[in-house]
């Protein structure tokens, strides 16, 4: 059995950055392309403490960045328990934690540091990307508009969103939704969605455990591919390897191979060999809607 990159014909690595890099060792998304050496890794990480770490889990796949990515200017880092993953460059929002059980602890400031942002369009060595997974408590927006050249042929963007910022000038998840449509990006998956209770009641005892009220959630975007015309035959096929195999996302990479084929890009017949790959991986029946 071929492998999806043989049918595709694609022999190249995929440039990935990770932008918050701190918990990589939570077996990140990307990790199948880097296993099947099919990705380079661009790691962003400002804590210099944590580079043999990633060094050691991916050797030399990796290029390690201490940058902080920004606007550009000058900010304060806002440090919180490192335990509590809520250092940002914004300061937190004090109404705004207080409506979460137990966020007013998470989010106090321990120390405030002067830093120098980085714009990613500005940083030396960093190679135009085609996906990018970011978790930088906040800061998201800024980083998306810091960098139109190195993301301009970008396919997939994974991301962190918040339904109530916790921090004070952070985008919630409805400007991050509209920056992403503007840019030519559509909503894939959810991955995960965090719910948590609401001062001052508590389920059973566990405040981290909520009812309905929505937190924040990791979203990942592709690129539109509604139509057939808005990228070209390397970007359809980068994006066919991540749904594939990163997002387990056949329907997606299953339209792509079908675009690649009406362009003659690969051949004719391969979609029936793409469900073929995804049935010997899966065990799952696949078909075709003929409606």
């Known amino acids: 059995m071929v492998t999806l990159e043989e049918l595709l014909g694609y022999g190249e690595r995929l440039q990935i950055a990770d932008i918050g890099a701190a918990a990589i060792a939570e077996k990140p998304v990307y990790k199948p392309l880097l296993d099947r050496d099919l990705a380079r890794l661009n790691a962003f990480d400002a804590d210099e403490r944590h580079h043999d770490g990633i060094r050691q889990a991916f050797g030399d796949r990796v290029s390690l960045f201490p940058d902080i990515v920004g606007d550009g200017e000058a900010a304060t880092l806002h440090l919180a328990s490192p335990a509590s993953g809520m250092s940002s460059l914004l300061a937190p929002s004090a109404a705004n934690l207080g409506f979460f059980n137990g966020f007013t602890a998470f989010g106090t400031v321990l120390e405030t540091v002067p830093v120098e942002t980085h714009r990613l369009d500005d940083i030396a060595g960093l190679p135009p990307l085609d996906f990018l997974k970011m978790d930088i408590q906040g800061s998201e927006y800024a980083a998306l508009e810091s960098g139109p050249r190195v993301l301009g042929g970008c396919v997939a963007i994974h991301l962190e969103v918040s339904f109530v910022p916790l921090y004070q000038g952070q985008a919630t998840f409805g400007d991050i939704d509209v920056w992403m449509r503007r840019h030519g990006y559509l909503p894939h998956a959810f991955t995960e969605i965090k719910r948590w209770s609401v001062n001052p009641v508590v389920r059973t005892g566990q405040y981290r455990r909520g009812y309905n009220q929505l937190l924040e959630a990791d979203i990942v975007y592709f690129r539109d591919v509604t139509t057939d015309d808005g990228l070209d035959d390397t970007q359809l096929k980068k994006l066919a390897l991540i749904a594939h195999y ?33 049935h010997d991986e899966s065990g799952e029946e696949v078909g075709l809607y003929h409606g």
Not at 248 to 276: E, K, Q, T
Request: charged residues 20%.
């Open 246 to 278: 990163c997002y387990r996302s056949p329907d997606i990479a299953g339209r792509i191979v079908l675009a690649l084929s009406a362009r003659r890009a690969i051949r004719y017949d391969a979609l029936a060999h793409y469900l073929a790959i995804w």
